[in-house]
């Protein structure tokens, strides 16, 4: 009888040590490069893993509440990557989605002629602690606008994307990113300069986390992956069925620019080309805790 109770006692002890797997909180932006991650989450298929995905509106955002701890992984660039590890070294790029073709651009009211000869201060709207900032100084750079002829004025996308061309005085230049550029356009703005044309920036997307949560929840990240394969196998199935899945999230962006914005960026999150490897290693964007 003492045997009993000491096997049902050990067979508690046990069941109140091996708790469930702990949720997995990863936080998002609205780029098509993360859409497999809103299809995923729109069929259903995050919540078996425990993985729950935060829709925020701005690459700013997105840093700031993992920050605060209200995220165990964000998605990204490697330029909020080598801020945010610079105070976190134990954080590493864990899954690549995509690598921008175009996706980033530079747009204005007026040429780069007359961004380049004009006599104004340029009105820059952009989000301050992302890519876009990088983006920035490459193309004043290559065109040669020194930082005195600039105002910086950092808002997130949301805001960015809510300018109206008919209200802007003199020469302006918007930092963005697909889909917000597509309202913009629609607007007045046109693009002078992007990933694809203009600009000479490597960027790529990736899901980045600590070492710590990869060991802790390796199993839901590696089952994550597939379902993001999964997803872009479905995406070049079905268009359209993939697009009426993560319309919610698309900012109202139409089926016919949704298909254009997958002309700006090549899908990497299968496997890492050697030589984009090689490149990324180089600029001290750590490959080795790819899964």
Aim: hydrophobic share 40%.
């Amino acid at each position: 009888m003492i045997r009993k109770w000491i096997l049902l006692w050990v067979v508690l002890l046990l069941a109140s040590c091996s708790s469930p797997q702990d949720k997995l909180k990863i936080s998002a932006t609205t780029w098509v490069g993360y859409s497999p991650l809103f299809y995923a989450k729109a069929k259903g298929w995050l919540d078996p893993l425990k993985i729950q995905l935060l829709h925020v509106v701005s690459l700013s955002e997105n840093m700031y509440l993992y920050q605060a701890g209200n995220a165990d992984a964000y998605v990204g660039t490697q330029y909020e990557y080598n801020v945010m590890s610079s105070h976190k070294p134990t954080l590493k790029p864990v899954m690549m989605f995509d690598r921008s073709n175009g996706g980033d651009l530079i747009l204005s009211n007026v040429s780069i002629d007359e961004l380049k000869n004009t006599k104004q201060i340029i009105d820059v709207y952009l989000e301050m602690d992302s890519v876009n900032r990088v983006l920035l100084h490459d193309f004043m750079e290559k065109y040669q606008i020194s930082r005195d002829r600039v105002h910086l004025i950092n808002h997130d996308q949301a805001i960015i994307s809510s300018l109206n061309m008919q209200k802007v005085k003199g020469p302006t230049i918007i930092v963005t990113y697909t889909p917000y550029n597509v309202g913009l356009e629609e607007k007045g703005f046109h693009e002078v300069a992007s990933t694809r044309d203009g600009l000479d920036l490597l960027v790529v997307d990736a899901l980045f986390t600590t070492q710590d949560v990869l060991q802790a929840h390796k199993e839901q990240l590696v089952a994550l992956k597939g379902l993001v394969a999964k997803a872009v196998a479905a995406l070049k199935a079905n268009p359209e069925e993939f697009y009426q899945t993560v319309k919610p999230y698309m900012l109202g962006v139409s089926y016919q620019d949704f298909l254009n914005s997958l002309h700006d960026i090549v899908w990497i999150n299968d496997a890492l080309p050697e030589k984009l490897r090689q490149r990324l290693t180089q600029s001290k964007f750590d490959t080795r805790f790819l899964l």
